[in-house]
Structure formats: structure tokens, C-alpha cells
């Protein structure tokens, strides 16, 4: 059945229309670690969009806590996660300011960032996500045109996190998977350790 | 009554079915400036939602004009309802900025600007002039404000022009160093009246 309000097709055969404004950002997937090695995001599996139907996609880290104080990094796959290894450069920088109020810095972070590099790219700038109950991760990572076989992939994250210091950090990151191949999954991991909690959200964005 | 279009749930029991794809970020409540000491967005008040609802929360400012010249848009956050604004916060600040001459291009933190669990009120916006023409824009965004686990991070970029014709580009960041439920966001300038603009609030799905 559907329905028809003044001549215009609201919803038919299960959907609803797509004239009718739904939202231009889309909720895809919920992943919530629960001492997990690694959070992926995989086209295909799982629910999980990642292809050409957006051209741009979010992630969103709340409370991302870790086992034990550790960088928290990302990497991509471009063969549905057999592999995450694609070549990536980025620039890291961020400001921080302690709790003691007797340090504080904006600064490039030349140890963190990525030349060709196909290693993980650290999300959490200038420190270790700290342990205590109440520390965590927060924040965004954004990857335009994951499916282009044109262009490199680009990718921007602001964060906030505090580390053992305690120390507000405020990260940023930005660079491009220097691949022409489609990425088709995104996985996220703590540098060494567990992500004891915390959620990791998938958006698309028409 | 509920609706079922091709064998799929479209409504029932007053809500639109989870499976059906919609829009993540929920518009909540705007509130419009005009000569006010403050803006408050408290849990339940006025259709206010500030709470376990969505894990993530966005301000966004537009257009904010003081009533006096080179006041700064300021927030604190509460959690008792509005009665007290006053959560430790440990914060930093920095800015781009530039003459409308092209002279001055400076890239630098402001200590002066940040917090050591400070309970006053934190700066988003510095030095907002007073020019008919002149304002401040920009978005706050405020991760999973009700846990009750882990302090409260926040980040901030607005954009204006100041009393010296200056364009700056405002970052802040931090948390407010809380294990309680944030459950209220007040805004206002550091002293005068916000004179015009409008903040709106909305949650992320």
C-alpha cells in the first residue's frame, strides 16, 4: 500500500519516497567496543555502506576508552579488509593544555604524520588516550568519494582526548589514501592494547 | 494504527519504524538574540532535549553581535538544570588571524584564552566588533553530555571580525572535567548583552 497526500507519492512499496526530504546524513552503523582489538567497517558486511553511495562519509569516536594508554589510528583497505595497507600521506598537528596549567603548546607533529606510509594513521596526536575511568576519546574522522577510481581519497579528523597527564589534546588530522582504487573499509585500533569501550558511528552524506 | 506499505513497517505506535532510512541530525531548538545577557539551552525546558537521547550535540552560531565592541561569546555548561553554570573545565585555544589589509597573518595558541579547571566561563569567540556589519559564526559540538563515566569533550571553530577589523579564526577545544550528566549550555558575551544573532541546537542521531 501507499500513500498519496495531494497528488504526491509520501511512501510506496516500503520506502518512502524519495522526493520527500529524509535527511541529507544518514546513520549507517553503530560498532561498540567492548575490549576489542579492532572496530571495522567493512562495505557489504554487516550493514556496512561504503561505496559510491555517498560522497563523503563521517565517523564519529564517543568515549573511545582504551585498555591500556595507547594511540588510537585508523588505516584502509581497498580489498574489503584483507588488507589494511594503503599508502597514505598526512599532516598531524595539535594543541594541548594540562589540568596543572603548567604546560601548554600548538605544534606540528613531524613523528606522527605519514609519507607514503602505509602504516596505521594516529588519530590522537601528541599522546596516549589515557586509562583513568573518566578519560576518553572524542571526535571526527571525514572521508570524501571513497568509491572514486579517479582521485586520491581524502580524509580530515578533529578530535579531543585526554591523556594520563591529564592534558586536554586537541588534534588534528588531514591527509589522502594515495590510492585510485576504490576503499571499501575503514578499521579502527588502539596502537598496541584493547579499546576496552567506547562507540564508533558511520554516517553517510548525501 | 499502524502503516505497512510492500510488507515493510513504515509507522506504528506513534514513530516512524528504526529500519526506515532518515535523517541522523534532529533540528531542537533555536533560540534568536536580541539584547540578551544570556541564552540558555537547559534538559526539558522550552522543548529543550539535552540528554541521553543522542550521543552528540551541535551548536551553531550565526551571526552573533554584541551589543558592545569587542566582547567575546562565552559558554558554560551545568549540571543542575540550569541553577548553576559553573563545571570545571580544562580547555585550549588558538587562532588564525588577519588584517582586512592583509597585514598581520598569525597562526598562534592563546593561553590567556584557555582553562585549568577553571569553572568560569570558556571563550569561543574573541573580541567580536561592534560595527553594524560585524559578528561571529561558527559551531560547537558537545560529545554524549549525559554519561556518566567519562568527562565531557567539546570542540569549537567559529569565524569573525574583530574591533580592529581583523579576521580571526577561532579553535577551542577541551572537556569539562565532570563524571556527572551535563544537562544545560548557557551562552552569553563576557560583558554586555548579546545584541543579535541566533543559536540553534541539534542532535546527532
Known amino acids: 500500500m501507499g500513500v498519496i497526500s495531494n497528488g504526491t507519492t509520501l511512501l510506496d512499496a516500503g520506502a518512502i519516497d524519495s522526493g520527500v526530504p529524509t535527511g541529507a546524513m544518514t546513520l549507517i552503523k553503530t560498532l561498540t567496543a567492548s575490549g576489542s582489538s579492532t572496530l571495522s567497517f567493512v562495505h557489504g558486511a554487516s550493514s556496512v555502506v561504503l561505496d559510491g553511495t555517498y560522497k563523503q562519509y563521517l565517523f564519529k569516536f564517543i568515549n573511545i576508552h582504551p585498555a591500556s594508554a595507547s594511540k588510537f589510528e585508523f588505516n584502509f583497505t581497498i580489498d574489503s579488509g584483507n588488507n589494511y595497507n594503503v599508502t597514505k600521506t598526512s599532516t598531524t598537528f595539535g594543541v594541548f593544555h594540562t589540568e596543572a596549567d603548567n604546560s601548554a603548546s600548538l605544534a606540528y607533529k613531524t613523528a606522527h604524520d605519514l609519507a607514503q606510509g602505509t602504516g596505521n594513521q594516529i588519530l590522537s596526536v601528541h599522546g596516549d588516550v589515557g586509562t583513568a575511568n573518566d578519560m576518553s576519546f572524542c571526535g571526527t574522522l571525514r572521508l570524501f568519494d571513497p568509491a572514486n577510481t579517479t582521485f586520491v581519497k581524502h580524509f580530515m579528523a578533529t578530535s579531543n582526548f585526554v591523556d594520563n597527564g591529564p592534558t586536554s589534546m586537541n588534534p588534528f588530522v588531514a591527509g589522502y589514501g594515495n590510492t585510485t582504487s576504490a576503499i571499501n573499509g575503514v578499521r579502527f585500533a588502539m596502537g598496541s592494547g584493547a579499546i576496552a569501550s567506547g562507540q564508533i558511528k558511520l554516517y553517510g552524506i548525501k | ?205
Open chain 2, 1 to 205: 494504527m499502524g502503516l505497512i506499505s510492500n510488507g515493510t513497517t513504515i509507522f506504528d505506535a506513534g514513530a516512524l519504524d528504526s529500519g526506515l532510512a532518515k535523517g541522523a541530525m534532529t533540528f531542537i531548538k533555536k533560540l534568536t538574540a536580541s539584547g540578551s545577557a544570556t541564552l540558555s539551552f537547559v534538559n526539558g525546558a522550552s522543548g529543550v532535549v539535552l540528554d541521553g537521547t543522542y550521543k552528540e550535540y551541535l551548536f551553531t552560531f550565526n551571526n552573533i553581535h554584541p551589543a558592545t565592541d569587542g566582547k567575546r561569546l562565552t559558554f558554560n555548561v551545568s549540571i543542575d538544570t540550569g541553577s548553576n553554570y559553573n563545571v570545571a573545565k580544562t580547555t585550549t585555544f588558538f587562532q588564525a588571524s588577519v588584517g582586512e589589509n592583509g597585514s598581520d597573518g598569525t597562526l598562534a595558541i592563546q593561553a590567556g584564552n584557555d582553562l585549568a579547571q577553571g569553572t568560569g566561563f570558556h571563550q569561543l569567540i574573541s573580541n567580536v566588533g561592534g560595527d553594524n556589519d560585524q559578528c561571529g559564526s561558527g559551531i560547537l559540538t558537545l560529545f554524549d553530555p549525559s554519561s556518566t563515566t567519562f568527562v565531557k569533550h567539546f570542540i569549537s571553530t567559529c569565524s569573525s571580525s574583530n574591533s580592529s577589523d581583523y579576521l580571526q579564526n577561532d579553535h577551542t577545544a577541551g572537556y569539562a572535567n565532570t563524571t556527572s550528566a551535563v544537562d544545560a549550555v548557557q551562552f552569553k558575551m563576557d560583558s554586555g548583552n548579546i545584541d543579535a544573532g541566533v543559536i540553534c541546537l541539534y542532535g546527532i542521531a
